[in-house]
C-alpha cells in the first residue's frame, strides 16, 4: 500500500512600489513590456539595489511563520540558462535565506497539524513567457519582481492537507499586508512535489515536481492526478522518474518538461555586486510589532466568545471583516448576535452586491446601534432585519430608518393591555371558542393585536398580556 508525500514550494510576488533591484514599476501591467528599464534586462554595466521595502515584507512574513531570521542580509546567484531570465542566473538566496525552521499550525478535521518550514527566502522573478504554434512571445513586465518563496518540509500527505495550509498562508499573507495574492494575476503561484512511498518504507520515494500552479483547486487536482499516475507505475512494476512536470487545465493531466536537476546544478554562490549588510534587533522588533493579531489567534477568540466554528471561520477569511467584528466587541456589542449579523445580513448584501466590507455604508458602530434597538426592545428582530437592509441600501442610519418609518415599537404594558383588551371585545366568539379549549386561536388574537398597533406591539409582552387578560374572562 502505496501513501503520498508532498512538500511544497509557494511563490508570492510582494507588494512593493518597485521591483527588487530596479526603480520600475511594480504593478500588474495587462500590456507587455512597459514596466521596464535596463536593470531589468540586464544591460551591461548594470548593477542591482536592493529594495529594503521587499526586505522588510519578507522579514515580516517570516516572523509570522514562526521563522528564524538571520542577521545579515545575504544575496546569491542561481546559475541557470533560461528564455524568461535575462541575466542568465537569478538573484536569491540560499546562504541566507531571510528564515528557515519555521512552522504554521493548521486545522485539519479537529486535528491540529504542525506544518515544518524548511525556508523562506527573498528573490527576483523572471519574466513570463506566452507560448504559440512555432514561437514564443517574452513579457519583460514581470522580470525582477520581488518574490517571497516559502519552502515547506515534505510533511503532507493529502490534498486537504496542502489546500488548509495554502488557505492559511495566504490568510497571514494578506493580514500582514505582504501581497494581495492574488491568483488570477499570477501573484501566488505553487510548485508541488509528489513521490509516494510503502506504509513500511524508510525513505522517500523518487519525486515530480508540478510547476507553476495558479489556483488552489488546480492544486488540487495536480495532487489527485499526480498520486494516481505514481501510484499506477509503482503497482505495474514501473519506476518513476525524477521530473519536472506541469498541470494542463484544459486536459486535467500533468505532462513531463525536463530532468529534475538538484541545488548543487545550479552553482550558487554569493553574490559579488550586493554587499552583505548587518540586520539590528531594533530593525528586527520595529518589524515584529508591526504585524497584526494573526486570523488562528482570532479564530480562537471567537470561538471562546461563543461564536460557532463556522461563522469564526468565515469571520477571519479576511482582515477587512475580522477587523470590522472587532470594532462592533470593542462598541460592547454581544460576540454571538454581531457574528450572525454579519456572517449573514451583511456578507450576504456584499456578495449580492460585490462589494467589499469597507465599501458599505453600515458603520460598525450602526451595526451595535441596531442590535441595542432590538435588545431594547424599540424594535422587534423582524424589524431590525428590515432596517439593517434598508441602511445598507438606501445608506442611512437605523435611528433614521426607524424614525422615517414610524417602525418603534410600542412596549408600554398599559397601551398594549388597552390594544389586546379592544380586540378581545371586538371577538367575543373567538373568545368562546379559546375557553371551550381550542387553545390553537391564541395565533389569531395575536395577529390582530399585531395589526390594530400597526405592526409596533412588542410580540413577547402582547403574549404575556393577552393570556392575562384571556384568563380573566
Known sequence: MYKAVIGLEVHCELKTKSKMFSPSLNEYNPSPNQNISVIDLAFPGILPLPNKEAIRKAIKLSLALNCEVPNEVMFDRKNYYYADLPKGYQ????????????YLDINVQDKIKRVTIHQLHLEEDSASLDHHDGYSLIDYNRAGIP??????????????????????????????????????????RVDVNISMMKETDTELGIRAEIKNINSFNSVKETILYEIKRQREILEGGGKVKQETRRWVDEEKVTVGMREKIEAVDYKYYVEPNIPVVKLDNEFINEIKESIPVLPQERLQKYISLGVMVKDAKTLVKTKEVSDYFEETLRLGADAKEASNWITTRILGFMNTKNKTINEIYTTPQMLVSLINMIKSSKISTQQGKEVLELSLTEEKTPEEIVKEKGMEQISDDNVIRELVNKV???????????????????????????KASGGKANPSTTNKILMEELEKR
Open 91 to 102: 538573484l536569491t538566496q540560499m546562504t541566507k535565506p531571510f528564515g528557515k525552521n519555521g
Open 424 to 450: 378581545l371585545d371586538e371577538n367575543k366568539a373567538q373568545v368562546d371558542t379559546y375557553k371551550g379549549g381550542k387553545t390553537n386561536i391564541v395565533g389569531f388574537f395575536v395577529g390582530q393585536i399585531l
Open 147 to 188: 518574490l517571497v518563496e516559502i519552502v515547506t518540509d515534505p510533511v503532507f500527505n493529502n490534498e486537504n492537507e496542502v489546500i488548509e495550509f495554502l488557505e492559511n498562508l495566504r490568510s497571514i499573507i494578506k493580514y500582514c499586508d505582504i501581497s494581495d495574492a492574488s491568483s488570477d494575476k499570477g501573484e501566488l
